[in-house]
């Protein structure tokens, strides 16, 4: 059993910046403690099977981490936190009042701080930042780009190399919608195509979209938020 094409792309994205990766008829989980990521902490669902569920919620209590759940088609039970439009992205024009830059590691506080800040959880922008410096060491395949009018950051992406040409970019925000058509712009002329996912009412789209939904099966718990 595999996972649907779009939860299979969002696992091998984040894979490489997760702490563990767990396998379970299926389920493919991704768990990485003090960073308040949703797809780096969440189980992705191949089917609607509920038999798995239980067992699921039940790790993840295990964990002490919230039943996060991500899935594409019907959803799974419980509250919904977050839905993204996942698929290719096409260059929408972006104003030239925008600047992207390619920025190097020692830039990643600044870059965690934003993107952070994008989500409206600035005070998880420090242990974002630690976690990723760990991670990121030795990534060939990973560009960090930030999104400025003037002097002011207002976006920040994390793009991958794909196996395949392109690239993808799962992880990123603005502080202002008018930079998201910049900053995807630029990640997609990095190698010609781009992979992206969308907040789902973002104004952009993306081609050939699936609908991934992350849900909490426990309604009363409270999910990572970035």
């Given at each position: 059993m595999s996972l649907p094409p779009a939860l299979a792309e969002l696992a091998a994205y984040f894979e490489p910046l997760s702490t563990l990766r767990r396998d379970f008829r299926g389920a493919v989980t991704l768990h990485t403690?003090?960073?308040?990521?949703?797809?780096?902490?969440?189980?992705?669902?191949?089917?609607?099977d509920p038999d798995r569920l239980p067992?699921?919620?039940?790790?993840?209590h295990a964990q002490a981490m919230p039943a996060l759940v991500a899935?594409?088609?019907?959803?799974?039970?419980?509250?919904?936190?977050?839905?993204?439009?996942?698929?290719?992205?096409?260059?929408?024009?972006a104003p030239d009042i925008i600047r992207v830059e390619q920025v190097g590691r020692l830039h990643l506080p600044v870059w965690a701080a934003t993107l952070?800040?994008?989500?409206?959880?600035?005070?998880?922008?420090?242990?974002?930042?630690?976690?990723?410096?760990?991670?990121l060491e030795g990534e060939r395949d990973v560009t960090l780009l930030l999104a400025y009018a003037g002097s002011e950051e207002l976006g920040a992406l994390l793009w991958r190399?794909?196996?395949?040409?392109?690239?993808?970019?799962?992880?990123?925000?603005?502080?202002?919608?008018?930079v998201d058509a910049p900053l995807l712009d630029t990640a997609h002329a990095l190698a010609g195509g781009l992979r992206a996912?969308?907040?789902d009412g973002a104004p952009l789209s993306v081609h050939g979209e699936a609908v991934v939904t992350f849900s909490l099966l426990d309604g009363a718990a409270q999910a990572p938020g970035l």
């Amino acid at each position: 059993m595999s996972l649907p094409p779009a939860l299979a792309e969002l696992a091998a994205y984040f894979e490489p910046l997760s702490t563990l990766r767990r396998d379970f008829r299926g389920a493919v989980t991704l768990h990485t403690p003090g960073v308040n990521v949703l797809a780096l902490n969440a189980t992705y669902l191949p089917d609607g099977d509920p038999d798995r569920l239980p067992l699921i919620r039940a790790w993840h209590h295990a964990q002490a981490m919230p039943a996060l759940v991500a899935s594409v088609g019907e959803r799974a039970p419980g509250e919904e936190v977050a839905a993204l439009r996942v698929g290719e992205y096409h260059p929408a024009g972006a104003p030239d009042i925008i600047r992207v830059e390619q920025v190097g590691r020692l830039h990643l506080p600044v870059w965690a701080a934003t993107l952070a800040q994008a989500y409206g959880t600035p005070e998880w922008a420090g242990p974002l930042a630690r976690h990723l410096a760990a991670r990121l060491e030795g990534e060939r395949d990973v560009t960090l780009l930030l999104a400025y009018a003037g002097s002011e950051e207002l976006g920040a992406l994390l793009w991958r190399a794909g196996q395949g040409g392109g690239g993808a970019a799962h992880l990123w925000g603005t502080l202002d919608p008018a930079v998201d058509a910049p900053l995807l712009d630029t990640a997609h002329a990095l190698a010609g195509g781009l992979r992206a996912s969308l907040p789902d009412g973002a104004p952009l789209s993306v081609h050939g979209e699936a609908v991934v939904t992350f849900s909490l099966l426990d309604g009363a718990a409270q999910a990572p938020g970035l």
